[in-house]
């Protein structure tokens, strides 16, 4: 009888490090069920750093650094359970054997772990370790590169698929320039800063104005910045940061999330709804705003 388990089974990918646990991109699952339900991996999130002390996150969950914020990722084997806690202690375990999100073959039996499961044969039986990996076998032992990414590189582990990004190096000169952007030497890949300061060499990432950059062989490619989701009535975006946050006071709030049932009474007891303004009676540079039923009024001072 044999079994399996992401920490205890390693392998060498020809010259690379060994397939560890902490290496693993894609999950220990089958590549067809990679895409987990988006409230599996939600994410929980503060102000401080992924550096503080102690550790910010659960140990079932990831802290991911970025700028001005930090939140706690439910790590590959875990899911939220809905109650989205700040530090990650509403990740539970997933039961790959039930929801069918495991690689083992036929001929053994699944059998969950917290945060993993196990491939195990049965007694008496002669079992090959292989894998099932996007509906075909895969032999144990077996080293492939991923049809859809040809920089992630799997193997077959006593019946588990572990995948991780291509190992770069850069004194190679083969290296893959694709999956290795940080290795190409050409003046021509490098990049341009948007303030015309800053020379970036290809692979290189940056922020800028809430957005994350990155340098790929010349092009400067830019997109939104992610922030985490809040689940409040009242946000405001700090001045010189990126995301909203929760506030409980609806007058400093920039952004409402409107409820037509909460209504303000003016001062002529006419029934404002959610998200309406006036100019309040008697003033012609105050201007008033129902949100959720509360009145907030503020001077214009390009009026005065």
Known sequence: MWTSSPAAERSMLHDQAPLEAADVVLSITNPSLLEAPPDDRRPRW??????????????????????????CECRDGYHDNGLFSANGESCVD???????????????????????????????????????????VKHSGQIWVLETDR?????????????RRMV???????????CCPECDPRLS????????????????????????????????DCWPLPC??????????PEGECCPRCVTDPCQADTIRNDITKTCSDEH???????SSWIKHGTECTLCQCKNGHICCSVDPMCL
Request: charged share 15%; aromatic share 6%.
């Open 46 to 71: 503060g102000r401080a750093s992924c550096l503080s002390h102690p550790p910010l996150c659960d140990s079932r969950s990831a802290c991911v650094n970025l700028p001005g914020w930090y939140h």
């Open 94 to 136: 997933i039961n790959e054997c039930k929801t069918g999100r495991n690689t083992c073959a036929n001929d053994t039996v699944c059998f969950n772990l917290d945060g993993g499961y196990d491939c195990r044969c049965p007694h008496g039986h002669n079992c090959t370790g292989d894998c099932i990996h996007d509906n075909k």
């Open 151 to 163: 920089c992630s590189v799997c193997s077959c582990q006593a019946g588990q698929v572990m995948c």
């Open 168 to 178: 770069c190096d850069c004194d190679n000169p083969s290296a893959d320039l694709f």
């Open 228 to 237: 985490p989701p809040v689940d409040c009535d009242f946000t405001l975006i």
């Open 189 to 220: 890949s490098q990049c341009l800063h948007q303030n015309g300061l800053l020379t970036y060499s290809s692979g290189d990432t940056w922020v800028d104005n809430c957005q994350q950059c990155q340098c790929l062989q010349g092009q400067v």
């Open 269 to 275: 007891r006419i029934q404002r709804l959610s998200g």
